[in-house]
């Protein structure tokens, strides 16, 4: 008999459960709790826990399996957001406000604004070296292989320097604040070395343009690899920091001036002079 009042006991809390859940018309967003374990004084305890005293406003912690710090964990406070998205639609918290805290936050947002600045610093930097360079030279052909040579030297040493960091040193990727800065001193450091260049190129009006280049190579050449080794030796100072960003901005840096100092000038550039001949000054004309 008193098996058998369990049983009935038992049917009839399962009874009520299932009423309030079929009466809940909520099943679909997750669990359902009934209304006498809501109530309960233990319930109420772990509700203080994560709520405030109003319960307005409630905090839910979550911890990664992988380093706080990694690329992995900041990608996937995105798939947080699209989670709270998710699970409060339909219900009566949708469209309420919500916030993500913590370090990986606090680097994934960092990472959001560095990458909209960086391509907003990308744009302005090559329209201003562009206008520059179009006025110091009287020529629009020049300026344009001149910022491609930059561009090609730039994503060069950054495919470079992932190689060695990620695909040699075992590193699991490229700090976020690396091409940022990296292509802000590459470019402004290889725009000098173009301009060392091409200005000479033109004070040699008289000769004619393969000439005219043979001879600044010959007289800007020792001063072009002066300013790289001396440049070089600068950013050099940068690995005994150990600090990962350093090493990785100073590796960009350094591949970046050698490879335009000793390839792109000596090579691309003049190839790019001979190929447009006269046609290098349009839509000026040659001095």
Do not use: C
Not at 208 to 224: C, F, P, Q, W
Request: proline share 3%.
């Amino acid at each position: 008999m008193d098996g058998l009042d369990e049983i009935s006991n038992g049917l009839t809390s399962a009874q009520d459960y299932l009423s309030s859940l079929s009466r809940s018309g909520n099943q679909a967003t997750g669990w359902y709790i009934p209304d006498d374990a809501l109530e309960s004084d233990e319930f109420q305890q772990s509700l203080d826990a994560y709520m405030t005293k109003e319960r307005t406003i409630t905090t839910f912690d979550v911890i990664f399996a992988e380093n706080p710090y990694s690329t992995d964990s900041m990608v996937k406070v995105a798939e947080i957001e699209a989670a709270i998205e998710r699970s409060t639609e339909g219900t009566a918290l949708e469209g309420s406000d919500y916030g993500i805290g913590g370090v990986t936050s606090i680097n994934h947002d960092l990472e959001g604004i560095s990458n909209a600045d960086y391509s907003r610093t990308v744009l302005f930097m090559l329209i201003g070296i562009s206008i520059i360079l179009i006025i110091l030279l009287r020529s629009i052909i020049m300026p344009i292989y001149l910022v491609a040579s930059l561009i090609l030297t730039y994503f060069t040493s950054m495919g470079m320097t992932e190689a060695i960091f990620v695909n040699i040193l075992g590193y699991p990727g490229i700090n976020w604040t690396v091409p940022f800065f990296g292509f802000v001193i590459l470019v402004a450091l290889g725009v000098y070395y173009s301009i060392f260049l091409m200005d000479r190129f033109n004070e040699y009006n008289e000769l004619s343009v393969k000439e005219a280049m043979i001879l600044s190579m010959k007289n800007m050449g020792t001063v072009i690899l002066s300013a790289a080794v001396i440049l070089g030796g600068t950013f050099d100072a940068m690995y005994p920091s150990g600090v990962l960003s350093l090493l990785q901005i100073a590796t960009v840096v350094l591949t970046g001036l050698f490879l335009y100092s000793l390839v792109l000038l000596p090579l691309f550039v003049p190839v790019m002079v001979k190929l447009f001949g006269d046609a290098n000054w349009l839509p000026f004309k040659r001095n």
